[in-house]
């Protein structure tokens, strides 16, 4: 079994089904929770030393944030609905608390923080859009809590990769510090499938291999990205829905492309 690969498993008494800490991975910055919750259900966090950005993936929430209030947070029915996700930011040490309206998939996205700046709802608007790639190199992004947005060490961003195409393609890689050439970032994937019953395929790998895994991924699935090139393959037929949380020494992402394939770009 991969060591990279995360699975979920039946809520537990506060709801949460995936955890990934810097403990668990064996890093330093990014921590990374799934949580599902039923109507009424209440999950609670907030931790010393660590900023949150909580995104309900679906359903409806109210979410309080210190002395902050935010309700009807969210509202799409899945995360493949073409429509943003909730999502609110609290800096490191502020309590919170998530209520569900009904059912609700939520991910909390942590990273080491000072304790800057106030609570706020992320406001659709803010997240932009845009269409990455040609050809069945085509996906669709959508970024919620981007470089461009306040905030100490988190980056936040959602993609939907239709059946047949590929995505974090080509292969490119953020683990090494190199100024205005590359920035060393912690990344998880997580996970969703349409239709449930599908897959998709994860390689993670160095150049010199000392890293190198191929993940079966299915539905709910987290892949820990500690260094390393990433890309995502969709099969025909089923759609593809990523959660990627990111963090870092620097608030910066720049990546670098696997050499070997860089010549896709140039092509096209």
Not at 8 to 24: K, M, N, R, Y
Not at 70 to 79: C, I, L, N, Q, S
Not at 218 to 228: A, F, K, N, W
């Amino acid at each position: 079994m991969s060591g990279l690969r995360v699975r979920p498993h039946a809520p537990d008494a506060d709801g949460a089904v995936l955890e990934v800490t810097p403990e668990s991975a064996g890093w330093d910055h990014v921590g990374f929770k799934v949580v599902h919750l039923t109507d009424g259900q209440v999950h609670a966090g907030g931790q010393a030393g660590r900023e949150v950005c909580l995104v309900v993936v679906a359903g409806t929430a109210d979410i309080k944030a210190g002395d902050h209030r935010f309700d009807g947070v969210g509202g799409r029915a899945t995360p493949f609905e073409d429509k943003a996700p909730g999502a609110v930011y609290a800096p490191a040490g502020v309590t919170w608390t998530v209520t569900a309206q009904g059912p609700v998939e939520l991910a909390v996205c942590t990273a080491p923080g000072k304790g800057q700046g106030e609570p706020r709802m992320i406001d659709a608007a803010d997240m932009s859009r845009e269409t990455r790639g040609t050809g069945t190199n085509t996906r669709y992004v959508r970024n919620i809590l981007p470089e461009t947005q306040p905030a100490e060490g988190l980056l936040v961003v959602e993609v939907i990769t239709p059946g047949g195409h590929w995505s974090s393609y080509p292969p490119h890689k953020h683990d090494t510090a190199t100024p205005t050439e590359e920035t060393a970032l912690e990344e998880t994937y997580y996970h969703r499938i349409d239709p449930p019953q599908g897959f998709a395929i994860q390689r993670v790998y160095t150049d010199d291999r000392s890293l190198d895994e191929t993940v079966s991924v299915e539905d709910g699935d987290v892949v820990m990205v500690p260094r390393g090139y990433h890309p995502v393959g969709a099969p025909h037929g089923y759609d593809v829905y990523y959660l990627n949380v990111m963090a870092g020494p620097k608030r910066n992402w720049i990546f670098r492309n696997d050499p070997a394939h860089d010549w896709i770009v140039r092509k096209t």
